[in-house]
């Protein structure tokens, strides 16, 4: 069974403060995702990673994926209140079924 | 475009009674489709999966049931829900072979068992 841990599992800041949450497994992935979610919606994908190594940004949103594909990181620059939400990492293991494994979530609040 | 549709938004249902939750894709075809469960705002559990019509693999033993009637409807079911089925379901999409691209979540239906 394929796992995927992340860390912190609640973060709050100050707006302009910078963070990084992890997303860690034993297993490897074909591809690793990042989701947002506001309360009451469903998650909403912001990038997927699929090359050992590789970084996408997405303006303030630079995203990594570990050079073995087990782990990967979102780091968010000068946060604003606007990226308050849940953060989900989802790991693809490349099977025809497309079935995602997801992490338990980390929960940001930036406050003003 | 594609898109995902599922009703009811909210729910509130007795014990013992029966459940049906809709879930329906627009402008894609023979998609892999999804039922998901999230408890109190955090990690999603993996309840049904389906690649093709009448195909329904489940994860997890419970009680609930899953249907794909058509090609681009997948529903989700219980002839008698317990208060332990209560949670945010969440039902999903993606392209068959193409799980780069990530999944289009609906918005979720918010069921309370009392």
């Known amino acids: 069974t394929q796992l995927l841990e992340q860390s912190p599992q609640f973060l709050s800041i100050q707006e302009g403060e910078n963070l990084t949450v992890y997303c860690n497994s034993s297993s490897v992935f074909s591809s690793l995702q990042w989701y947002r979610q506001e309360p009451g919606e469903g998650p909403v994908l912001l990038v997927t990673?699929?090359?050992?190594?590789e970084v996408k940004k997405l303006k303030r949103l630079t995203f990594q994926f570990g050079d073995a594909r087990k782990d990967s990181s979102l780091h968010i620059t000068a946060a604003q209140t606007g990226d308050t939400g849940l953060y989900l990492c989802?790991?693809?293991?490349?099977?025809?079924?497309?079935?995602?494994?997801f992490g338990q979530g980390t929960i940001l609040t930036v406050h003003p | 475009s594609q898109t995902i549709h599922q009703w009811p938004a909210t729910l509130v249902q007795p014990v013992g009674s029966p459940l049906s939750l809709e879930c329906t894709v627009e402008g894609t075809s023979n998609p892999n489709l999804y039922w998901y469960r999230q408890a109190a705002g955090r990690g999603l559990q993996l309840l049904f999966y389906?690649?093709?019509?009448?195909?329904i693999s489940s994860e997890v033993p419970q009680n609930l049931s899953a249907s794909r009637p058509q090609d681009r409807q997948f529903i989700l079911s219980s002839k008698k829900l317990l208060l332990s089925d209560s949670g945010f379901y969440l039902c999903?999409?993606?392209?068959?072979?193409?799980?780069?691209?990530?999944?289009?979540f609906g918005s979720g239906t918010r069921l309370t068992v009392v």
């Open positions: 999903a999409w993606s392209n068959q072979g193409l799980t780069n691209y990530g999944y289009t």
């Open positions: 990673v699929v090359t050992g190594g």
């Open positions: 989802a790991g693809g293991g490349g099977t025809s079924y497309g079935k995602l494994t």
């Open positions: 389906s690649i093709g019509i009448d195909q």
